[in-house]
């Protein structure tokens, strides 16, 4: 299975700003259905940021404005650019691709044939 190694992430204070970046150890599948997800202390896995095959953003409504997906095919990276960071913004920030072309969204990359990496921790001080 294809490896995905987040980085990137940090500690800060509130209003700050990290990117995140995601490299995928084969060459195609971050042009394809690609996701980033947090899990903050306490709570649920939620998707943050999704592009597809066809480069349709989408973003939670919690980060819209404040965060920024993008892909650099060239780098085969993923990266999320975090700005105006909040304590809520706390947790550990992971990556996840599949090959899906239409039925790219949060479920399908939480199924088992999509890749994921290990995560990236974000800690937002107040």
Known sequence: QVQLVESGGGSV????SL???????????????V?????????ERE?????????????AQPVKGRFTASRNDAQNR?????????PEDTGMYYCAANRQLDACN??????????????TQVTVSS
């Open 13 to 16: 204070q509130t209003g700050g």
């Open 19 to 33: 990117k995140l970046s995601c490299a995928a150890s084969e060459s195609t599948i971050l042009r394809y259905c």
């Open 35 to 43: 996701g980033w997800f947090r899990q903050g202390p306490g709570k």
């Open 47 to 59: 998707g943050v940021a999704l592009i597809t095959f066809y480069d349709k953003l989408t973003y």
């Open 78 to 86: 993923l990266y999320l650019e975090m700005n105006s960071l909040k």
């Open 106 to 119: 949060w479920g399908s990359l939480s199924t088992p044939e999509s890749s994921w990496g290990q995560g």
